[in-house]
Each structure stands twice: as C-alpha cells, then as structure tokens.
C-alpha cells in the first residue's frame, strides 16, 4: 500500500520557480555542446558538430530542496562567430568556462573568455566556475595539477574549478548545484524563499526531480 506522507513545497507553483541564464564558455572543442546535451538530456557525445553562433538549452532541476529552471547559452567558441555571440550575455547570472584537460592549451581560450565576461560586468562579477573537461581522457588522476588549476582560477576570479567528463557523465551534477548556490547566495530575488505550506504526496517518490525543456529566455 503506498502511504501518504507530508513533503515540504519550496515553489512548487510553476510561476514560482525560478529562471536562471547560465553562460556556457571556452575555446572550440572543449566540450560545451557536449557537457550541456549530457547534463539536460544524458545524451553521450559523439561526431563534433560545431556550435553556429548561440544555442540554449534549458532544464528544471532541484537545488537545496528549490525548484529552479537552468537556461544554458551554448556560446561557440569559434572565434568566427565573436562579432554576434557577446550580445548574448546580458542578465546572465552564473557562468560556466570549459577547457580540456587533455589539452592545456585550451586553458588560454578560457582566461580569453572569462575576461570577456569581466569586461561586460564591470560593477557586478557574476558567479563563475571552471569546467576541466574530458577528465576520462586522463589515465592517471595523480598527474591532474591540481594546483595550478587552483592558482588559475584565484587569478581570474573564478570561485572554483571541477573535473568533468561529457563522455562518462561525471562532475557535472555537483558543478551544476555548486554555480546554483553561489547565484542563490549573490541574489536575493532568486534565493530560497520559506516554505509555502505542506502538500500530501505519495511515497515513495516516483516524480522525477529534473524535467528538461528547450526555449530560450
Ligand atoms: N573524450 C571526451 N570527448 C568529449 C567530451 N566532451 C566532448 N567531447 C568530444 O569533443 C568534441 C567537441 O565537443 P563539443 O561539445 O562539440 O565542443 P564545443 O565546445 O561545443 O565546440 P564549439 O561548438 O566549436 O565551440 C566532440 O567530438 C565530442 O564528442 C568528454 O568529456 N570526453
Ligand atoms: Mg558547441
């Protein structure tokens, strides 16, 4: 017999819940497109297909116990398509910039980048976190500079850097919840508001926690 049980309602109102941009950056090939299709919609990455200017993707998912739909901007990181692709920063809210681990050159697309983002918000840095990506690329963990991944970000003002693999489906949940708090903890519109009551639900829990979407802002 399944038991009634009592579940706390943060935003369960679909009006309620929460729009958030979200900038994805970095140089070509590093993993943008892939890194999005997996996390919204556990598509595993094959042929690249080169990003023509923007795209967005977006994706309703639960953070501390808050509803909040993710709006990602798929920006290419060709530079072909620079002259159209920064107007499309504006009201971001969280930034994610990717390079490839497996080709540390890429990491001088991402400072490229997260200059850019510096340059269009001036007076209000945004929450920024940095994508080492195709981490299953790399045999041994050990050889990761862990260090100067650190040192990287403290120059750039980026609050924290995770490994991450589009391929294998990992570090993505814990960078995407991790960008969430900080945007919650940097805006207080967006920020959990108190519970609205109490709703009867069914347990145990059989409703999916993430629904995906694609539409622009
Ligand atoms: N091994 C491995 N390959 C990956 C991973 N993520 C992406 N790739 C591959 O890398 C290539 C480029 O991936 P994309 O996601 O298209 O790269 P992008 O950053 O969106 O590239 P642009 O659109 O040109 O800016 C593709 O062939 C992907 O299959 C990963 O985590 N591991
Ligand atoms: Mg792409």
Redesign the pocket.
């Known amino acids: 017999m399944v038991k009634n049980q009592k579940e706390e309602v943060y935003g369960d109102d679909e009006e309620d819940v929460p729009m958030v941009k979200v900038l994805v950056l ?1 140089g ?8 999005i299709n997996r996390y919204c919609h556990n598509k595993i ?7 023509v200017g923007v795209d967005c993707v977006s994706k309703i998912t639960v953070v501390n116990g808050v509803k909040v739909e993710l709006f990602f901007w ?1 920006i ?3 530079e072909r398509y620079a002259h159209m692709t920064r107007q499309y920063f504006e009201n971001a809210k969280g930034v994610f910039i ?1 390079f490839d681990v497996s080709d540390e050159k890429t990491l001088e697309a991402a400072e490229a980048w997260k200059a850019e983002v510096d340059n269009c918000f001036p007076n209000e840095p945004i929450p920024s976190i940095l994508l080492a ?5 790399i045999l041994d963990l050990k050889e990761v500079p862990y260090r100067r991944y650190d040192q990287f970000c403290e120059y750039n003002k980026i609050v924290k850097w995770f490994l ?5 489906g990992t570090g993505l949940d814990e960078s995407v919840d991790e960008l969430v708090k900080l945007i919650f903890d940097s805006n207080a519109d967006l920020a959990p508001k108190k519970p609205v009551g109490f709703k009867l639900t069914s347990a145990p829990q059989q409703q999916a926690t993430t629904e995906t979407r694609k539409t622009c802002c």
Request: hydrophobic fraction near 20%; charge should be positive.
């Open positions: 970095g070509p090939r590093t993993g943008k497109t892939s890194i990455p094959s042929n690249y297909k080169v990003t798929d290419s990181g060709q990717v990506n195709k981490s299953d690329k991450t693999s589009a391929m294998a």
